[in-house]
């Protein structure tokens, strides 16, 4: 408590800015095992541990090969940066956590990007790592920032917003929030009482950042906010992040086809990897 009080007493005199702020606080999708990816965007972004607050929104595993070397990277960060990044758990980091601290390995996760995550720790040799076995154990359900902006893997289903759910587990499998948001957009943006009504669980944080569901399934169209981005090509899926009422979805298929991105969520300017079949070119990923 008393370090809580101290750091709000630490602001700049006359400005009302606290000196221990960062300086951005930049939010990453789903990586899926891609650690070049992964780098690629930190590289992009400027990445600076000193200044920068970094969250990402789970899925750390799963699919691509370098999925070990990924999770000591995130470890060494949790020493690197002023600034504790905040790693928000996956559904696939559930697994993962099952498989590395009690053994268990079902079917439809090896065959979901499981497989590449034990192959990638047989052959480092990080298998028997009693720190990453800490680092799954220790992952964040949600994060809710200063600013009440909510940040979780998948979503959340009560009207009250996060940190209500009577099932942890729906904070990292949900999609419901995201399939809202979707539906109700048009509506919501003119105002509709309806829209807001039904929105409810929209309005108890100013903006929620998600993964786990990929803009990779929905295609580019003329009329979607997407289209008018450079990064985004003018055919084919979706490998932006998407924004729908005041959720944006972060997963641009990191895991698949698509790429990893980073985002400034004050600013929401973002930066990506080259297309993970670039980075990866003989394996399949997801």
Same mark, same amino acid.
């Given at each position: 408590?008393t370090?809580?009080?101290e750091q709000d007493i630490?602001?700049?005199?006359?400005?009302?800015?606290?000196i221990?702020?960062?300086?951005? %606080?930049l939010c990453?999708?789903?990586?899926?095992?891609?650690?070049?990816?992964?780098k690629?965007?930190?590289?992009?972004? /400027?990445?600076?541990?000193?200044?920068?607050q970094?969250?990402c929104?789970?899925?750390?595993?799963?699919?691509?090969?370098e999925t070990?070397?990924l999770?000591? @990277?995130l470890?060494s960060l =949790?020493?690197?940066?002023?600034?504790k990044?905040i790693?928000i758990?996956?559904?696939?980091?559930?697994?993962?956590a099952?498989?590395?601290?009690?053994g268990?390995?079902p079917d439809i996760?090896?065959?979901q990007?499981g497989q590449?995550?034990i192959d990638s720790?047989? &052959? %480092?040799g990080l298998?028997t790592?009693?720190?990453h076995?800490?680092?799954?154990e220790?992952?964040?359900?949600y994060?809710?920032? &200063? =600013?009440?902006?909510?940040f979780?893997?998948?979503g959340?289903? /009560?009207?009250?917003?996060?940190?209500y759910e009577? @099932?942890? /587990?729906? @904070? @990292?499998?949900d999609?419901?929030?995201w399939t809202?948001?979707?539906? =109700?957009h048009?509506?919501?943006?003119?105002?509709s009482k #309806?829209a807001?009504?039904?929105?409810r669980?929209? #309005?108890?944080?100013?903006e929620?950042f998600?993964g786990h569901t %990929?803009?990779g399934?929905?295609?580019v169209k003329p009329h979607?906010?997407e289209y008018q981005?450079?990064? =985004?090509p &003018?055919?084919?899926r979706?490998i932006t992040?998407m924004?729908?009422c005041?959720?944006?979805?972060m997963?641009t298929?990191?895991g698949?086809?698509?790429r990893? !991105?980073?985002?400034d969520?004050? !600013? &929401?300017?973002?930066?990506? /990897?080259d297309?993970?079949?670039?980075?990866y070119?003989d394996e399949?990923?997801?």
């Open positions: 408590m370090q809580i009080v630490l602001q700049e005199i006359g400005t009302g800015v606290d221990n702020s960062p300086k951005r %606080t990453v999708g789903d990586i899926h095992g891609g650690f070049k990816s992964f690629q965007v930190l590289e992009r972004c /400027s990445f600076n541990p000193e200044e920068d970094l969250i929104l789970g899925d750390y595993v799963d699919g691509w090969s070990a070397q999770i000591e @990277y470890i =949790q020493s690197l940066c002023t600034h990044p790693f758990k996956g559904n696939h980091d559930a697994w993962c099952e498989w590395l601290i009690w268990k390995c996760w090896r065959i990007g590449a995550t720790y047989v &052959k %480092t298998l790592s009693d720190e076995r800490k680092f799954f220790s992952l964040s359900l994060h809710i920032d &200063k =600013q009440n902006r909510g979780v893997h998948g959340y289903i /009560s009207k009250n917003g996060l940190g009577a @099932y942890q /587990s729906n @904070y @990292y499998w999609r419901d929030l809202l948001a979707l539906l =109700q048009n509506n919501y943006q003119d105002g #309806e807001l009504s039904k929105a669980r929209f #309005e108890k944080h100013k929620v998600i %990929t803009t399934n929905w295609l979607l906010p981005y450079s990064e =985004q &003018k055919q084919g979706i992040p924004n729908r005041n959720i944006w979805n997963d298929g990191g698949f086809e698509g990893l !991105t980073i985002m969520v004050d !600013t &929401k300017e973002f930066w990506q /990897s297309n993970m079949r670039t980075l070119p399949r990923g997801r």
